[in-house]
């Protein structure tokens, strides 16, 4: 059984910090995490941060200079900092990653179970 695992959500005051983590575990070869998403009441589910293709990385311009999305591929797990957080920050937060359980098996995706973030003002 694979799956991903986010923790670190939680409640915090405008322009605090905190940081996601995302691990995958089960069985695993190979893994790309893709990056984290994040749905607020009301909203349809946005892209926060993303690896791209040729491993930089991408941002919502409503959180660029905020956030900052890294990897331990090791520990097979991707994190999200997220600091001088909004009440407009508030919302579930998804990890999103693509893995192959066996060398010869095909890709697949998985989520998160998400992990809540609460901004007051």
């Known amino acids: 059984q694979v799956q991903l695992v986010e923790s670190g959500g939680g409640f915090v005051q405008a322009g605090g910090s905190l940081r996601l983590s995302c691990a995958a575990s089960g069985s695993i070869f190979s893994w790309i995490p893709l990056g984290w998403y994040r749905k607020a009441p009301g909203n349809q589910r946005e892209l926060v941060a993303s690896?791209?293709?040729?491993?930089?990385?991408n941002y919502a311009d409503s959180v660029k200079g905020r956030f900052t999305i890294s990897r331990d591929n090791a520990k097979t797990t991707v994190y999200l900092q997220m600091n001088s957080l909004k009440p407009e920050d508030t919302a579930v937060y998804y990890c999103?990653?693509?893995?192959?359980?066996?060398?010869?098996?095909?890709?697949?995706?998985?989520w998160g179970q998400g992990t809540q973030v609460t901004v007051s003002s």
């Open positions: 690896f791209t293709s040729d491993d930089s990385t």
């Open positions: 999103n990653a693509q893995i192959r359980r066996r060398q010869w098996s095909g890709w697949n995706n998985y």
